[in-house]
Antibody, heavy 118, light 107 residues
């Protein structure tokens, strides 16, 4: 069974850096793109960007370009989402998801809650 | 960006009801339209991809239709486990965008 397991909840201060992870298993990690999706408290879903783990080619939503970095380490079947300087407005649940037919998001991680507060 | 608009934003329904949720795109997305279900405190799950293809393991009471700019998700007979929030998403062009969600509550 395809699984995406994300790293645990984080509490950070504004200005701090952070990297969260998403480990894929039970499928060929380099064969499917992975996307990251943000869900702010009580709000809907926002697509942040995606990565092709085979070549680490990335594509960002303009809303997130320059504020986050998506990367992957295929040797450990893990994708990453990182911030160099967090803001309070980054407080949200972050999901990774593996692409499926028609570029749907067929498999999701359990989510990583990021809280940024002074 | 392609704007996705769902209607209604919320609704109350009873077990056994037939339910239809509509999703409209601001421009054609062909059949690159997907539907997700999200229960409180859980990650979304894929129900329908490519407008009308049922994801494996999803009950057949769920169905999707449409193309271009107008799409629908139908639940033929609402079950207790179907009370959740539903999102449409276009994967026609980046940035991919989601509808605002439709919350289905128990009447």
């Amino acid at each position: 069974e395809v699984q995406l397991v994300q790293s645990g909840a984080e509490v950070k201060k504004p200005g701090e850096s952070l990297r969260i992870s998403c480990k894929g298993s039970e499928y060929s990690f380099t064969s499917y793109w992975i996307s990251w999706v943000r869900q702010m408290p009580g709000k809907g879903l926002e697509w942040m960007g995606r990565i092709d783990p085979s070549e680490s080619y990335t594509h960002y939503s303009p809303s997130f370009q320059g504020h986050v970095t998506i990367s992957a380490d295929r040797s450990i079947s893990t994708a990453f989402l990182q911030w160099s300087s967090l803001k309070a407005s980054d407080t949200a649940m972050y999901y990774c998801a593996r692409h499926h037919y028609g570029d749907s998001l067929g498999y999701w991680g359990q989510g990583t809650l990021v809280t940024v507060s002074s | 960006d392609i704007q996705m608009t769902q209607s209604p934003s919320s609704l109350s329904a009873s077990v056994g009801d037939r339910l239809t949720i509509t999703c409209r795109a601001s421009q054609s997305v062909s059949s690159y339209l997907n539907w997700y279900q999200q229960k409180p405190g859980k990650a979304p799950t894929l129900l329908i991809y490519a407008a009308s293809s049922l994801q494996g393991g999803v009950p057949s009471r769920f169905s999707g239709s449409g193309s271009g700019t107008h799409f629908t998700l139908t639940i033929s007979s609402l079950q207790p486990e179907d009370f959740a929030t539903y999102y449409c998403q276009q994967s026609f062009s980046t940035p991919w965008t989601f509808g605002q969600g439709t919350k289905v509550e128990i009447k």
